[in-house]
């Protein structure tokens, strides 16, 4: 490769006919197994979950789900993040992430949480760059892997004003 070559990555949305893609990129990246319900809502939270594609090669993901608070405000829920690890570092999760942030900004959405596992320090701090917050703990939270300990990670939104 030549210095300086850019390689393009581009996000697609996840639908029927690409959905395995999804579930390769799981059991690559994540040590459970994740049930039809998980890929029923990352499918319904349409916009908000997204594959990654680094020079046509799906590398990462992103599966949301979007759930309705008290008062009918809407906050996103970050069921998984994920890059494969010789693609990490080359800006993918970010691109995956900040996707999920602006779609909120521009969509009212009040919150986005996820949790992360308490020892899991690459990704506590990747989430703080972009100014998520530890807001909770949850003891036992996970079974079958140790710690079973997760901190819940929050940012609060700030609506995107419309262009006048």
Request: charged share 20%; hydrophobic share 40%; proline share 4%.
């Amino acid at each position: 490769m030549g210095a300086g070559r850019v390689v393009p990555i581009s996000l697609d949305g996840v639908r029927d006919k690409n959905l395995m893609q999804l579930k390769k990129l799981n059991t690559a990246l994540f040590p459970v197994r994740y049930n039809d319900k998980y890929y029923a809502d990352a499918l319904a939270a349409g916009e908000f979950t997204k594959l990654a594609y680094y020079s046509d090669i799906c590398v990462g993901a992103i599966a949301c789900r979007l759930e309705k608070k008290e008062g009918g405000v809407m906050q996103v829920y970050i069921m998984t993040l994920g890059v494969l690890a010789p693609y990490r570092g080359l800006g993918i999760g970010t691109k995956l992430l900040n996707h999920v942030i602006d779609l909120s900004s521009k969509q009212n959405i009040g919150s986005i949480y996820l949790h992360v596992q308490t020892n899991n320090e690459d990704a506590i701090n990747f989430y703080k760059k972009f100014g998520f917050e530890i807001t909770d703990m949850i003891k036992n939270y996970y079974t079958n892997i140790t710690p079973p300990d997760c901190f819940v990670l929050t940012k609060f939104v700030t609506p995107s004003q419309p262009k006048k």
